[in-house]
C-alpha cells in the first residue's frame, strides 16, 4: 500500500526553527515528486513547492520562495519542510502528497503546527 | 499565480445533482487538460476524486464526473448522498511544474 506518514503535531514559539518530515512508503519514493500543501484554520488549499527525491531539485510557489525549505534524504525515503524562525502566521496544517502526472494521488494525514507565544 | 476562482458554497438534496465551477485563464485552466478535484470531510486529508479534467481513480464512484470548457473546469456530482457532504478544491496545471489551487466550495447536502 502507498503511503506518506508525516510527523506528529508541534507547538512552538515565535522565532523558534522546525524540521517536519513526510516518509512514503509502498513505492519507489524516488520517482515521484513530493508537494507540499499549507492548510491555515478555516482556509483552503495553498500548493507550497515540490521536491523530487531522486536529484532534490526543488520548485517553490512565490509566496512561499525564501519562508520554507524544503528538501529529502533518498536513504530513509523522507521528504521535509522546514522554518528557520517561525511565526505565528505559520500556524496550519501541513499535508505532504505524492505527484503523478499533475495531480496529487496519495496525500499525508497532515501535520498541525500551532505557533504561540 | 492567483488562486483559481470557485463559488464558496452550493448545495442540494439527497439524489439531486450539483455542478461545482472552477475558473481560471488560459495560462492554467484553459491551457492544458490538467485538472484535479480533490474532496476533503472535516478534519481529514484531501482525496483525488477526478484527475486530467475528467478521469476517475479506481474506487472513486461514478457519481462524480469532470468537464472543462475553456477556462472554466466543473465538477457534476449525480445522485447526492449525505457522505458527499465536504469541501472540494479544483487544482489546474499551471506550467513549470506549477499547480493553483481554487479556494474551495463547501456543498450541503440538505
Known amino acids: 500500500e502507498v503511503q506518506l506518514v508525516q510527523s506528529g503535531a508541534e507547538v512552538k514559539k515565535p522565532g523558534e526553527s522546525l524540521k517536519i518530515s513526510c516518509q512514503g512508503s509502498?513505492?519507489?519514493?524516488?520517482?515521484?515528486?513530493i508537494v507540499w500543501v499549507r492548510q491555515m484554520p478555516g482556509k483552503g488549499l495553498e500548493r507550497m513547492g515540490i521536491i523530487y527525491p531522486s536529484d532534490s531539485d526543488t520548485r517553490y510557489s512565490p509566496s512561499f520562495q525564501g519562508q520554507v525549505t524544503i528538501s529529502a534524504d533518498k536513504s530513509t525515503s523522507t521528504a521535509y519542510l522546514q522554518w528557520s524562525s517561525l511565526k505565528a502566521s505559520d500556524t496550519a496544517i501541513y499535508y505532504c502528497a505524492r505527484r503523478v502526472g499533475a495531480y496529487m494521488d496519495v496525500w499525508g494525514k497532515g501535520t498541525t503546527v500551532t505557533v504561540s507565544s | 499565480q492567483s488562486a483559481l476562482t470557485q463559488p464558496r458554497s452550493v448545495s442540494g438534496s439527497p439524489g439531486q445533482s450539483v455542478t461545482i465551477s472552477c475558473t481560471g485563464t488560459s495560462s492554467d485552466v484553459g491551457g492544458y487538460n490538467y485538472v484535479s478535484w480533490y474532496q476533503q470531510h472535516p478534519g481529514k486529508a484531501p482525496k483525488l476524486m477526478i484527475y486530467?479534467?475528467?478521469k476517475r481513480p479506481s474506487g472513486v464512484p461514478d457519481r462524480f464526473s469532470g468537464s472543462k470548457s475553456g477556462n472554466t473546469a466543473s465538477l457534476t456530482i449525480s445522485g447526492l448522498q449525505a457522505e458527499d457532504e465536504a469541501d472540494y478544491y479544483c487544482?489546474?496545471?499551471?506550467?513549470?511544474?506549477?499547480?493553483?489551487f481554487g479556494g474551495g466550495t463547501k456543498l450541503a447536502v440538505l
Open positions: 486530467d479534467v475528467s
Open positions: 487544482c489546474s496545471y499551471a506550467g513549470s511544474y506549477t499547480d493553483v
Open positions: 509502498g513505492y519507489t519514493f524516488t520517482t515521484y515528486w
